[in-house]
Nanobody, 119 residues
Framework: QVQLVESGGSLVQPGGSLRLSCAAS????????MGWYRQAPGKQRELVAH???????NYADSVKGRFTISRENAKNTVYLQMNSLKPEDTAVYYC?????????????WGQGTLVTVSS
């Protein structure tokens, strides 16, 4: 059994910053990739950013230069530093992990954390 627990979502004014965290726990052999997706009301879930165990990152064009993803492998934790937030960043942010548990590959999701950007 594996759990992803997210934290850090909040209400923030445009131009502000937030830091999201996601910690994976449970029976984990290894984690290949961790990342963040988001889903705004009435829209499909989309990739925000992900990072591999080797530190290779990938960002959505809409967040490049504003968001930074990082990871602490020893803690099975991924972070998303979000700066210069815009109202269009408002969404539920979901943590995702591609990992090996009990020697099998799995794709796990967190429960989501709400980010609201509004004045």
């Amino acid at each position: 059994q594996v759990q992803l627990v997210e934290s850090g979502g909040s209400l923030v004014q445009p131009g502000g910053s937030l830091r999201l965290s996601c910690a994976a726990s449970g029976s984990i052999n290894s984690i290949y990739r961790m990342g963040w997706y988001r889903q705004a009301p009435g829209k499909q879930r989309e990739l925000v950013a992900h990072i591999t165990s080797g530190g290779i990152t990938n960002y959505a064009d809409s967040v490049k230069g504003r968001f930074t993803i990082s990871r602490e492998n020893a803690k099975n934790t991924v972070y998303l530093q979000m700066n210069s937030l815009k109202p269009e960043d408002t969404a539920v942010y979901y943590c995702n992990a591609h990992l090996v548990s009990m020697n099998r590959p799995y794709d796990y999701w967190g429960q989501g954390t709400l980010v609201t950007v509004s004045s």
